[in-house]
């Protein structure tokens, strides 16, 4: 019975034995399977390259995967620049390096380095963990272009040949880039089609690029097949719905082709946006007509297919402006005939009310207080868009105005008749004529005064002005530029007709302004913005000894949401302060701002779009004085300040803060940032500014 009993329990003993040491192998698997598991991935501590003399490290570094472990500045940069430094930056992946490679091999043969070599190495600092990447890189001889043969083109007119081989984007000698031949045959396909040639056709088979092994260069072939000539045939015009005073003859006039002219897509769309532009219409396409057979023939029958906009229209008007430099709001009532007595000229009646100091309005203070800015208008215009060319149109207004500024009302009767020119796609020049009567009334609380501010004027004002737009976006240009220069003359008209009984003043006025747009990112992601502007006006003549004084609302001002934004409008000058209501006869500005899109692909809260906002950040500097001779450096005021955007149809609603970095007028000793406490006052004294679009 007792050795019976042993048995089973030495057998459950090993058993037990044999499974606590199982459990125990277990254990420790697990164990290093945790170690192995917690172990930290290999970090990228550096990147070097040697043997590039044509790129820079800074281009080679962005043409690679891997990238180093950013610190914590560089980090904080990134959310200025839109530098991801996602999780995975930073890490090292071995299978990145080939690709690496492959990457700086190709970058170098887009760039005409045709037998050059990259070779990785990299060094282990097993004790932290990191890795030190090096690309050893041979440049080797660079090719260049021998020659340039362009075939197919014998079929095509002397001066369409001329015009498509006289500006290429390849020419003999230049290093041979690959990239550039798509861009030269699209180039050369594109003119092509604008000049009658629509079906014009690359032949890879006949085209390449051929190198010759004695001086590694190339001789580069393209072959077109230009087709058949193209040319506009008979035009149809539809009206959709129909209107009988729509005339065909008011929608021709705006083509910018005729039948028998040579085929051109530039010609198609410049017409359709002039008849968008024309105002009578929602919408205008110009198509291939259809419905007619012309697979057989080289003319192509044309249908314009337009949809006439409601001719009379009247609206209540929710008015947003910045005139004056300052966010204005106001209610108006228009009227519109868009085809006043036919011919699409444009009839307008506008009764409009805005002010600039809504919550003083709001709080109960009268019209005529000091601390109100604000105006009533009454406006008829007539426009002509089409006089005697379609490149020529004109306009006749008539306004009755009250501007009542702080301490200062101006009573305005105007007339102006005007005309514009367009000179070339990007080219406007304007010729106006204005009639103006203007009676001021300053306050009584004004201490100091100039009696000949207070006389009434009547006065005869041409203005020239010419401007070049090469934006690429009304309301918010990422690109381009917009120049403009304006010439004022008053007091040559009077003088001619000997009107001497009335009080008029001789002066002249120049005004220049410019506006730049770079896309620093490639990507509609960081933008820099500039802006200068001046102006200058002086009495001649006769005006320099009588006592007559240039307009106030002829004069130059500054400060203001779309001037120096560190001050309210017309706070700004380097006149004495009680002369600031009355202007100053020269004005020099220029403003920097730098447009970044932080919250891109956060995609939608609500009815907001993260993609719309922007963050600004500026430095605004200029002044206005009372005269060129009173300018000194000193005087020059300097602003920053910060700002939000958010993208809309009609426009980017605006909120700027400004700041006053450097104030000529503050006390001697304290007129700089830096001189001043910067919480209570120069972040107490800043200033907020409201407005629709962007600054400048």
């Given at each position: 019975?007792v ?5 089973p ?6 058993h037990?034995?044999?499974l ?16 192995e ?34 610190g ?24 990145n ?5 492959q ?71 230049m ?35 051929y190198?010759?092994l ?50 051109s897509r530039?010609?198609?769309i ?12 929602e ?30 229209e ?18 108006g ?113 004004v ?7 207070e ?6 004002i ?57 896309d ?17 006006q ?59 899109n932080?919250f891109r692909?956060l ?7 993260f ?31 910060i ?31 830096f ?19 962007h600054?400048?």
């Amino acid at each position: 019975m007792v050795f019976t009993m042993m048995v089973p329990l030495a057998v459950r003993a090993a058993h037990l034995a044999r499974l606590l040491c199982l459990c125990w192998v277990l254990s420790l698997h697990v164990c290093y399977a945790q170690t192995e598991e917690a172990e930290p991935p290999w970090e990228i501590k550096r990147i070097t390259f040697k043997g590039n003399q044509f790129f820079d490290d800074g281009a080679l570094h962005q043409a690679i995967q891997s990238r180093e472990r950013p610190g914590f500045l560089t980090k904080l940069l990134g959310k200025f620049t839109g530098e991801d430094f996602g999780p995975e930056t930073g890490i090292f992946h071995p299978e990145n390096i080939t690709v690496d490679e492959q990457r700086l091999t190709e970058g170098y043969l887009e760039r005409g380095f045709y037998h050059s070599t990259i070779r990785s190495l990299f060094v282990e600092d097993t004790s932290h963990h990191q890795v030190t990447i090096l690309f050893e890189i041979v440049e080797n001889k660079r090719s260049f272009v021998d020659s340039v043969l362009y075939r197919g083109l014998d079929t095509l007119s002397s001066d369409l040949k001329a015009k498509l081989l006289e500006e290429p984007l390849i020419r003999t000698g230049m290093p041979y880039e690959r990239a550039k031949a798509p861009d030269e045959i699209k180039r050369v396909l594109t003119m092509m089609a604008d000049n009658g040639y629509r079906d014009a056709r690359y032949n890879y088979d006949s085209s390449g690029a051929y190198e010759y092994l004695s001086t590694n260069n190339y001789m580069l072939v393209f072959t077109f097949l230009p087709g058949p000539l193209y040319r506009f045939g008979s035009q149809d015009v539809r009206v959709d719905p129909p209107r009988s005073d729509i005339t065909n003859e008011i929608v021709l006039r705006e083509l910018d082709f005729k039948p028998g002219d040579i085929f051109s897509r530039e010609k198609k769309i410049s017409s359709e946006r002039n008849l968008n532009r024309l105002g009578t219409f929602e919408a205008a396409r110009i198509e291939p007509d259809s419905s007619r057979d012309s697979l057989h023939t080289t003319t192509i029958p044309i249908e314009v297919l337009v949809r006439p906009r409601a001719r009379n229209e009247l609206a209540p008007e929710l008015i947003i402006s910045n005139q004056g430099d300052e966010l204005n709001l106001g209610l108006g009532m228009g009227y519109t005939d868009r085809n006043f007595f036919g011919d699409a000229r444009a009839f307008n009646a506008n009764i409009r009310a805005r002010t600039q100091s809504l919550p003083q309005v709001l709080g109960g203070k009268s019209f005529d207080s000091p601390e109100v800015v604000a105006a009533l208008d009454l406006q008829l215009q007539i426009v002509q868009p089409y006089l005697f060319t379609r490149t020529l149109s004109g306009s006749i207004l008539s306004n009755l105005s009250l501007d009542k500024q702080k301490a200062i009302v101006l009573y305005i009767v105007r007339n102006k008749a005007g005309l514009t020119k367009q000179f070339a796609t990007y080219t406007l020049g304007s010729v106006d004529w204005t009639l103006e009567r203007i009676q001021p009334v300053i306050d009584s609380s004004v201490q100091v005064t100039l009696r000949e501010d207070e006389r009434p004027q009547f006065n005869s004002i041409l203005t020239f002005t010419l401007q070049r737009d090469k934006t690429n976006d009304p309301f918010s240009p990422t690109e381009g530029f917009f120049h403009s220069i304006s010439i004022e003359e008053s007091g040559v008209l009077p003088n001619l007709l000997h009107a001497a009984p009335l009080s008029y003043t001789e002066y002249y006025k120049l005004t220049l302004f410019g506006r730049w747009y770079y896309d620093l990112s490639s990507s509609r992601f960081n933008i820099l913005a500039l802006k200068l502007r001046t102006g200058y006006q002086d009495k001649y003549g006769a005006s320099r000894e009588r006592p007559v004084t240039i307009p106030l609302n002829r004069r130059f001002y500054s400060g203001g949401s779309g001037s120096l934004r560190g001050w309210r409008a017309r706070e700004l000058g380097a006149m004495p302060d009680p002369f600031l209501l009355f202007g100053g006869n020269f004005t020099l500005e220029s403003s920097l701002e730098m447009r970044v899109n932080h919250f891109r692909g956060l995609g939608k809260w609500a009815f907001i779009r993260f993609d719309n906002i922007w963050g600004v950040y500026f430095l605004d500097m200029g002044n206005t004085w009372s005269n060129i001779t009173d300018v000194r450096m000193k005087d020059i005021a300097i602003g920053a300040g910060i700002g939000f955007r958010y993208e809309t149809f009609f426009g980017p609603f605006r909120i700027d803060y400004g700041i006053r970095v450097y104030d000529p007028k503050a006390e001697p000793g304290r007129q700089t940032i830096f001189k001043k406490q910067f919480l209570s006052e120069t972040l107490g004294s800043g200033v907020f500014h409201f407005g629709i679009g962007h600054a400048f």
